[in-house]
């Protein structure tokens, strides 16, 4: 452009249409011709005055406001205002310091100082106020750095402060303008060296650095970056936090023009960032650096400027503090495992100075007792604690100084604590414990009926036996009287008793063949629009129907729903379902024979073996066997000597050979010596077994009882039954014009096979789709669940194995009742074999009856159960019957955590979504508001930049931009009043992020952002002042160092 070329070299001259004798285009408004004078104005051209006219007015530096009047004037005063300009800049030029060029020079004199540093200073800030923006251009970058070298040495000297106070205005002159302000913005140390002014010690110098400085962090793209950076690096050569000369301004109480600036600052400062996180880490390290003991006194000033920029500030801080509550309020979709938070907890406080005080909170949590109903309340109050201090509703850190001044509102979740333990018990006991308890009353409660229909039984045969004897008795005495009689008529002419009348013929009562059987209803018959895969259930046939039975009370019609018909149809159009391999490795143990000597070759090696391991005398062995010592034998031991003695002719042999006693081996004085013990192996079984009678007992009775409560709750189970209706209402609408289509039932075990129906898609099955309904529609079926706690363990009992348990039970009980018996007095003192026997007998008998008793309820329970559910029980066993049930309760709350685990990745899908738009949206509005900041000051490169900053930031104009389309959210709940809005779904996606652990450090907050740090040690050489090795060089090295 015309008025933007610089003056460093003589013009160049060219041709004019207006002047002839002009040798330079640039007619004398860069101050670089001497014959400018020359130009004639009055006889030039309406257009080129025009032309030439708007060009002054830009290089005048006026806004379109101020251009706007002088634009409305005619040819005459614009011909006027040139000619005046052009005399203007001529006399101007005979000044000595009036050029650019003479300003750089005078600037960069080793030899300048004191007042006559402070002439040129002023003169120069007077020249870039008043001069073209042409003038500014061409004292750029050598005139920046003059007035930044001279600024760094008078900064380090107390006697040139009224050179520091005017090198500062000339930097905001130099700034007034588009050029200017973005040459200190490229600059790599302008504002690093301008921080250093901000001194509390020089009050004027710091007001107008401080307000420049709040200017310059809403320029875009990195203004806020550059001060920070700027701060950072002054905070460190002086040895403190980087914010304290801020604070300390706003601390001037008879200074109000200072604290303007100074909160003006803070809100640039702590508005401008984007992100969250660190708007709310540059907050904090302001509150801690002082500010948090100043705000109750700002924000009782009167001063009305001062007020509005404390209103800001709290504005701002609630807004933030908002959003940061409302991320917190979503804490569990992704942070739902206690371990991957606390790995994340560690990893986040790992070899930092946190780590101690980590590990010290773990510790106290660990001291919390062990106690069922105190140590929820520990949580709760901790985590109530907690909650309070992290999301502070200040919306700042606490003051960490003084733990008094942070006060936490437990009050309401006390109360809750109090008036729930007035309703709880203290000495309440643990799950376990009561399940425990539970199963001791359902065996007590069993064993009690068992014993009363064993009583009932014996009282009905008791009662059978009376009426037998005295049938028997009555028949006795007449067969005597009647005798003689009998003797006199003879045989009488009865004759044979007539036939019975015939059955009815066949057929004769039952209903029609097509009709079903007690009352029942033929199904509904549905027909679907598409074709669906089947449920390949096996159809009931009524006939085998009991009217008990489920089948015949079920009207799944009740929940026919337009949405469940075509959500079936949509998720099992026909596919084929994939095929499943399975492969069995079956292996063989082998087995591996051991070659044994003595007695008969094997008997010998084995009692050798077995005595070598006991070690115990055989008269002792005799004698504990004798008395039944059980508390000196064991089972094991027992079971040994069954499994090796010699046979009975073996030991009647070795009985005969008392006499050569001592010639005898080992094995064979053992033999000998346990041959007196008559019955020996029928004793070693009896003793064996009244020492594992309570095991065996313990193991039959549990397992009776889980099975007996199992039938017991799923043929009573209401909410089951609504499960199977609602399954035979989908099977039959997916198999309608199918074989098993209108089906009154299905075989229960096709429960355990819902996975194998699969939906179009082939990623979720009928189960997933049963579970979806059964949670989305009716989610009181769901309580079967808990309705049915005894099928896991009545799913381990076997019937066969049970059978075979308690009539092993009662074979042994009658042959030790028979060796009673058959037990001959015995000479032998030590021998208790009878007297402790028959005390056992007895009880092993009462115990005998009540498990027979109890199995055959369990037998006919089950029974039962089968009619009600129409299968076999011989083919379908309870041990299967039992394993399909818990196989399918285990698959349905499977199917349910993975429906679950659905719907959290489509909501974690939809969250990202939603941050991704957020994000995008952010960008947008971010480069809006750089936009909108241009706005303020200029729509061309040559108006007054920093002046209208200023006035933006003094109004308060400049952080009036929204970040989320200016809508305040509803405010935030205080103290335990917030826990009904704080119900935790646990999930965090900026906690994950990490980005708030990376920003904040409550240890050192001289250093700024990461981002700040590295644009530092990048800094590079490209403005070396090298002319001398003043002060001021070497500050300007360490600056550069750093």
Known sequence: MFFNKKSKKPSK???????????SDDHGFNGGDPFTETVDFQHMGDKEVDKRFEQLLDDMNLTEEKKAPLRSKDGVFRRQMLQMHVRGVTKSKGGELDT???????????????????????????SLTSKPVSWVKEFGERGLNAILRNLTYCCDNTSERRSTYECVRCLKAFMNNKFGLMSILDHEEALTIMSRTVDPSDPPTMLEAVRLLAAMCLVPPNGHEKVLEGLTVCGEIRSQERFVPIISGLAMRDNPAMQVACIQVVNAIVFTPDDIDFRMHLRNEFMRTGLIDLLEWLDNQEDEELKTHVKIFHEHKEEDQEEFSHRYDNISMEIEDP??????????????????????????????????????????????????????????????????????????????????????????????????????????????????????????????????????????IGANISAALVKGHGEGAGGPAPPPPPPPPPGAFSPPSNALPHGMAPKKKYTTTAQTKRLNWNKLNPKQLEKDSIWVNLHEEQFESPDIFSNLEEMFSTKAPPKKEHSEVAEKPAKKGKELKV?????????????????????????????????????????????????????????????????????????????????????????????????????????????????????????????????LLMGNYLNSGSRNAQSIGFDISFLTKLEGTKSQDNTLTMLHFLAQILEEKYPDILGFIDETIHIEKAARVSTEVLQKNINSMGKQIKDLELDLKNLGKSNDPDDKFGEVMKDFLKDAQQQYDVLSTMFKKLETLFEATAKYFAFDPKKYTMEEFFGDMKTFKDSLQKALKENAKIRETQEKIRRAKEAKEKTEREKKEKKMRQVAILDMTTDDNQEGVMDNLLEALKTGSAFNVKRDGGKRRTPRAAGAERRAQLARTRSRQNLLDGSLVREIDFTDSKLSSSVDQENIKNKSNKHSLADDESETEKLLEKLKAM
């Open 13 to 23: 001259s060219t041709s004019s249409a207006s002047s002839k004798s002009a040798p």
């Open 100 to 126: 650019p060029q003479a300003f750089i020079i005078s600037l960069m004199d080793p030899d300048l100082k004191g007042g006559k540093r402070l002439q040129v200073l002023e003169a120069l800030r007077v």
């Open 339 to 476: 371990t991957a938070c606390f790995q994340l907890l560690l990893r986040s406080v790992g070899n930092t100075v946190a780590e101690p005080y980590f590990l010290s909170i773990l510790q106290h949590l660990l001291l919390i007792r062990d106690d069922i109903f105190a140590r929820p309340q520990y949580y709760k109050l901790i985590e109530e604690c907690i909650t309070q201090i992290v999301l502070h509703r200040s919306g700042c850190d606490p003051d960490f100084r003084q733990t008094k001044r942070f006060d936490i509102d437990v009050e309401p979740l006390l109360v809750s604590l109090s008036d729930r333990s007035k309703f709880e018990d203290p000495g309440e006991i643990s799950i376990a414990d009561m399940t425990a308890k539970l199963d001791t009353a359902l065996t007590a409660k069993q064993e009690s009926e068992a014993k009363a229909t064993s009583l009932e039984s014996k009282v009905q045969q008791y009662e059978l036996e009376l009426t037998q004897l005295k049938e028997k008795i009555s028949q006795g």
């Open 599 to 727: 007695l008969d070759m094997k008997s010998g090696q084995n009692l050798s073996i077995l005595l070598a391991s006991i070690k115990i005398p055989y008269p002792e062995i005799k004698r504990r066997i004798l008395q039944v010592d059980e508390a000196n034998l064991t089972s094991a031991m027992i079971e040994q000597f069954i499994k090796y003695m010699p046979e009975p002719d073996e030991m009647k042999k070795l009985s005969e050979l008392k006499e050569d006693y001592n010639t005898l081996a080992e094995p064979e004085q053992f033999a000998v010596t346990m041959s007196t013990i008559k019955r020996l192996v029928p004793r070693l079984n009896a003793i064996l077994f009244k020492m594992r009678f309570s095991e065996l007992v313990s193991d039959i009775k549990p397992d009776l009882v889980s099975a007996t409560e199992a039938c017991d709750e799923i043929k009573n189970s209401r909410r089951f039954a609504k499960l199977l209706e609602l399954l």
